[in-house]
């Protein structure tokens, strides 16, 4: 539980620095420009969550240093979290560092939980990435780096864990310009290595921080500038350094490499480390270069100047472009882009607030929905405890209570009126009528990709009582994360579970017991495969059926054939579609679309299929379900003369552990028909990256503790679809059957 000294503390993050710039003439924008809103992203346990409560602690909002081990953090809050030691949902908190008001929101590292990753970049203005710093760039690493650059995000990296053995600054960088294809810009030199690591190097200012033992919590450091009674070696190190980091921002930045070659030409020791700062600043904004800087958060070093780097190269709302907000002047427009479940207040939106003021006991118009909902209150989020505030302006993020349609993704403005001024600015016409549905539409926040899950399994109440029960506790946690789905099997009526893993769906279940009092039971965990075919075929097929008084005719001729990307495609003959109306071609692709949900074999949906229709003929007054009804059952028969093949995912698989246990570990990968890709040598330790079907990874963290002795690691992604062998195909289908 959070002290109540820190929700006062709290408060005072949104009194203190307004107070400051109105005392001072100040305006909001120069509040706005204070404004950092940051995630950190990671490979799981390379020290995210211990990074996150260091800044909360050295900010003043908590009185002691939570541990993950010890299930004591401020962002780990969840009982699940706290047992098992990782993050599972992203927490957001809120805290000032030196007159500027930080919005922080810790993300997991599990590829389960990539959505919550996902989704958190997607509304804020850069971010930290963390490294372990004897590992380098791991896996997840690579795929959290993918998602920022996919929603341009300035980053600087964190170094973390140099008191590790093996912990090297070089081999860490060299791995982020190969791995990351990213330009590293060294601003920080660590002082000693491994268990000697005791400070680091300020390149900008040429000053040394060093941490003592005697300070235990790591608050109190010593800085001095460096001074030839140094060491030699070690200062001319540091000389080296700043010199290298010098001509590398010069490189990158035209102003100041005009800069250095007017007033300073070779002397690089007198640029201003206020000059250097703002190069670098510029170039981490325009994503030329990150900012690299190094540390120890488990031990109480460089945490301080890592926030001083955020708030000084990591951008502010105001230098973040969103062309779309002009046409929204100054009302209202924010994106909803988490929603949690509270048991007292209902449904809690997270919304991102990009332009205007949000207030309390207001109207707020919801594009994506095209309806009006009023918001009660507005919080602002620290992990699991909040503080109530009256309204809330632009560049910030709050929780909106009262929002009960609300969903992830949604774009929420001041009013309809307010959308359709807009959208008419956008479009120069301004004599759309305000109540125009379509033109509001145009002017949405994108919202997030959501993956398809890869596992499923059935999931039944203790008694048909529950039932309802369960409905609920389902609705909200899918309403909670997009990427869980529910479905009902419509031969048995079962309600079936899809989830991106064993260990989210793993989670969900123990919600659903823990948070909504339901002992439901779960059925064997099945891999979602995929369906495609094999060769072209072709099909007619004729629909006659009188219901009532009306007779519905159709007859459709298609071909089917396969092709090699994953997307299936719908063509219409030379003639056919032009001679068609739009509401019958719309009939034909409902059909098609809905035959590639249920594949010809196991039922799986299809990829990979180009479907041609050739011939489609309706009689007057036969409706439109009934050509899709036509379309479908012919889709399938083609399907089946074409020849079915299933696809099984492939995992790409990243294994760490000691030399010594290689052999144990590839002879295991070779029983699960895994394929090694490549074997790297990473500081002491082996890597070894390969490919493996899902369906054979089922239980594979209790094996591989087993076999190592609970000393490696691993990580799962999923790579692509592959056809399965013809003996493993058959053995499925009779396993599906029942057969086996």
């Given at each position: ?20 710039i109105l005392k001072q003439g100040g305006c909001c924008s120069c509040l706005c420009f204070r404004i950092r809103n940051i995630g950190i992203m990671a490979h799981i346990d390379a020290g995210k969550t211990t990074t996150t409560e260091r800044m909360l602690y050295y900010s003043g909002y908590t009185r002691s240093l939570g541990d993950v081990d010890d299930g004591d ?51 804020l203005d850069g971010a930290v990435a963390v490294f372990d710093a004897s590992a380098g760039v791991e896996a997840q690493t690579l795929t959290v780096w993918r998602q920022a650059d996919k929603h341009h995000v300035p980053r600087i990296c964190f170094l973390n864990k140099m008191d590790k053995p093996g912990a090297s600054l070089r081999d860490s960088v060299e791995s ?565």
């Open positions: 539980m959070i002290p109540v000294i820190c929700l006062v503390s709290l408060v005072l993050v949104f009194i203190k620095p307004c107070f400051k953090t401020v962002t780990d809050f969840m009982v699940q979290e706290r047992e098992r030691g990782i993050t599972i949902q992203s927490a957001a908190v809120t805290f000032d560092w030196k007159d500027h008001r930080i919005n922080l929101i810790d993300t997991p590292g599990h590829v389960d939980f990539t959505l919550e990753v996902e989704r958190a970049l997607r509304v982020i310009k190969k791995k990351l294809k990213a330009n590293p810009v060294i601003v920080q030199m660590p002082i000693g290595r491994g268990k000697g690591f005791t400070g680091l190097v300020d390149l900008i200012t040429s000053q040394r921080m060093t941490w003592h033992q005697s300070d235990g919590d790591g608050r109190v450091f010593e800085t001095k500038p460096l001074d030839s009674s140094d060491d030699p070696e070690f200062l001319r190190n540091a000389r080296d350094a700043r010199s290298n980091l010098i001509e590398q921002v010069a490189d990158l930045d035209d102003e100041f490499a005009e800069l250095l070659l007017g007033e300073f030409g070779d002397n690089f020791d007198a640029v201003p480390p206020g000059k250097l700062q703002q190069a670098i600043r510029r170039v981490t904004l325009s994503q030329k270069g990150v900012p690299v800087l190094c540390g120890s958060a488990l031990k109480n070093k460089g945490v301080q100047p890592l926030l001083d780097g955020v708030t000084a190269y990591l951008p502010a709302p105001s230098e973040r472009h969103h062309d779309m907000l002009r046409w929204y002047n100054d009302d209202l427009c924010a994106l909803a882009f988490k929603v949690v479940h509270n048991k007292q207040r209902g449904p809690l939106v997270f919304v991102r607030i990009y332009s205007g003021t949000m207030k309390t006991q207001s109207a707020v118009y919801n594009i994506n929905r095209n309806n009006t909902e009023r918001m009660s209150r507005l919080l602002v989020p620290f992990a699991d405890q909040h503080v109530e505030i009256p309204s809330l302006m632009a560049g910030n993020i709050a929780l909106a209570v009262g929002l009960k349609q609300t969903v992830t993704g949604d774009t929420i403005v001041a009013s309809k009126a307010s959308a359709s001024a807009a959208a008419h600015q956008a479009l120069g016409d301004d004599k759309q009528p305000a109540d125009s549905d379509e033109k509001p539409r145009r002017l949405i926040l994108a919202g997030v990709e959501v993956p398809d899950p890869v596992f499923f399994c059935t999931i039944e109440p203790p008694t048909m009582s529950k039932q309802t029960d369960l409905e609920h506790a389902l609705t909200c946690l899918q309403r909670e994360d997009p990427s869980l789905k529910v479905k009902t099997d419509p031969d048995s009526g079962q309600t079936i579970l899809c989830g991106m893993g064993e260990l989210h769906i793993e989670i969900i279940h123990d919600r659903i017991r823990r948070e909504y009092g339901i002992n439901t039971y779960l059925g064997p965990l099945q891999v979602a495969y995929r369906e495609t075919v094999l060769q072209p075929a072709s099909s007619t097929d004729t629909l006659d059926r009188t219901l009532g008084d009306r007779r519905h005719v159709v007859t459709v001729s298609l071909e089917v054939s396969p092709q090699e990307d994953a997307v299936s495609h719908v063509a219409f003959g030379e003639g056919v579609g032009d001679q068609l109306a739009t509401e019958i071609k719309d009939a034909v692709q409902n059909g098609i679309h809905s035959a590639y949900l249920q594949g010809p074999l196991l039922g799986f949906p299809v990829q990979g299929v180009s479907t041609a229709v050739q011939a489609v003929s309706v009689q007057s007054g036969t409706s439109m379900a009934m050509v899709s009804a036509c379309v479908s059952r012919c889709m399938l028969k083609a399907m089946k003369q074409a020849g079915g093949q299933v696809l099984e995912p492939l995992m790409s698989l990243e294994i760490a552990m000691v030399e010594s246990h290689l052999s144990a570990v590839l002879g295991d990968l070779a029983q699960r028909r895994g394929s090694v890709r490549d074997i790297q040598s990473r500081l002491d330790s082996k890597v070894v990256l390969a490919s493996v079907p899902l369906a054979e990874t089922m239980g594979y963290s209790t094996v591989l503790r087993t076999l190592t002795s609970g000393s490696a690691t691993f990580s799962l992604q999923l790579d692509s679809y592959a056809a399965m062998s013809t003996e493993q195909q058959r053995t499925l289908i009779n396993k599906m059957a029942g057969l086996l």
